[in-house]
């Protein structure tokens, strides 16, 4: 199916990624534990959050909402949003549209 959108496609993922990071631990979803990630240099890093936000996107298309590690991923269709679930109290708004 897919999810529409507007806004550039770059930005989305940088938004995405972002909120993504906020998710404590978010790289278990790679099967990572914290010494793997720790080990990773920061581009490394940055190149695995942004497939995963990329990962996110894809998976959000075709159903409505996923787990991120401890964290949740929602998708809005009706807002035309993507909600980032990283903790009790801090939820990312990501907007699809310009």
């Not at 404590?24 to 914290?34: A, H």
């Not at 990329?54 to 959000?60: E, G, R």
Request: aromatic share 10%; glycine share 8%; charged share 25%.
């Amino acid at each position: 199916m897919g999810i529409p959108y507007t806004r550039d496609y770059d930005e989305i993922l940088d938004d995405l990624s972002a909120a993504i990071s906020s998710i404590p631990r978010f790289y278990v979803t790679f099967e990572m534990d914290d010494h793997d990630w720790s080990s990773l240099e920061d581009n490394e890093k940055a190149v695995c959050l942004r497939t995963l936000a990329d990962d996110i996107f894809y998976v959000l298309g075709s159903l409505p909402e996923a787990d991120v590690g401890p964290g949740h991923a929602e998708y809005d269709a009706g807002r035309g949003i993507i909600k980032i679930t990283a903790g009790p109290q801090l939820v990312h708004v990501v907007s699809l549209r310009d």
